[in-house]
């Protein structure tokens, strides 16, 4: 008789770990320089939100004898919300609504060309195409306050100065947007894509609006959301094409209070101050709205194309 062989022994595993592993998965080390820089730049742009967000919610009395991070003498956030949009016979509301007017049309249309005309630049070969792109390159390196008086005497012979359309004209050009689109669309909408569309009879329109641009999605957005930041806290050009305070964006209407403020008396100074607080932290809350809302469409597509199927 021989004897039965012995049964194998069974090493026991630790729960998700794959049998015959010994070795321990390598844990992912931290960096502490780059952990301390982000928090010094998150502390660098809270901080004045933050300041911000307290100083809303004091008198004028304690917005200057309290400490500029915390709360002072009682909640005055909704009074100085009161007084925002009740003072001048609400002409808040009016620079709100001329800003949304600016910000929606302006940066939509500038996100629309520029989506348009990076897509013709990366995709269709004509005349001129090189050219076109270098001077879209040199128009970035142009800063926007060195346009502004020229555009100013432009419009002065066009008639059009101290309108809404002196502000959205310069905003509908996005330089910088129609570079981002053009080198965004090279990789984003294959070539192949586009031959296919046409070999089964779709034309150059058709093709953009129901193939190309939900690709160009997540480009647009960014554009757009570029766009929307730089109309909405445009500054120098209205104060130069606009003299009617009736069609003053919110930086200019802020500005002009802040004037008023530093040429009035003491007691003047002290009513008018915390409406330029409570208007600046209303003024921003639009743009974070924006930025929660359209991050999702952001973020989905920018790893798209990163691997291969």
Avoid at 171 to 196: H, T
């Amino acid at each position: 008789m021989t004897a039965a062989a012995p049964a194998p022994v069974r090493r026991r595993t630790r729960p998700g770990r794959p049998a015959g592993s010994g070795r321990r998965a390598p844990r992912r080390r931290g960096s502490t320089p780059l952990t301390v820089a982000m928090f010094l730049m998150l502390a660098y742009t809270m901080l004045p939100l933050f300041w911000l967000l307290m100083s809303s919610t004091k008198n004028s009395k304690s917005l200057f004898s309290s400490f500029g991070l915390w709360f002072g003498d009682g909640f005055h956030f909704f009074q100085n919300v009161h007084d925002v949009l009740t003072y001048d016979d609400g002409i808040y509301l009016r620079w709100f609504g001329n800003t949304l007017l600016y910000s929606v049309v302006g940066a939509g249309g500038a996100a629309i060309i520029a989506t348009a005309g990076g897509y013709a630049l990366a995709k269709y070969e004509f005349r001129g195409r090189k050219a076109l792109f270098a001077l879209v390159l040199g128009a970035v390196t142009i800063p926007t306050t060195a346009l502004a008086v020229p555009t100013y005497l432009l419009f002065s012979k066009l008639n059009i100065v101290n309108t809404p359309w002196a502000v959205l004209i310069p905003a509908l050009a996005s330089p910088f947007g129609l570079y981002l689109m053009r080198v965004y669309a090279l990789d984003a909408v294959p070539d192949s894509m586009l031959e296919a569309a046409r070999i089964d009879g779709s034309g150059e329109l058709r093709t953009f609006f129901t193939i190309s641009l939900r690709l160009l999605a997540p480009g647009f957005v960014t554009v757009l959301l570029f766009a929307l930041v730089a109309t909405w806290n445009n500054y120098f050009l209205p104060l130069i094409v606009l003299s009617d305070p009736h069609w003053f964006p919110l930086t200019v209407g802020l500005n002009q209070w802040n004037t008023q403020a530093s040429g009035q008396s003491t007691v003047g100074t002290a009513q008018l101050y915390p409406l330029i607080v409570t208007g600046s932290l209303l003024a921003i809350v639009p743009l974070i709205i924006a930025f929660l809302f359209l991050q999702r469409f952001w973020q989905s597509g920018l790893a798209s194309g990163s691997v291969k199927q």
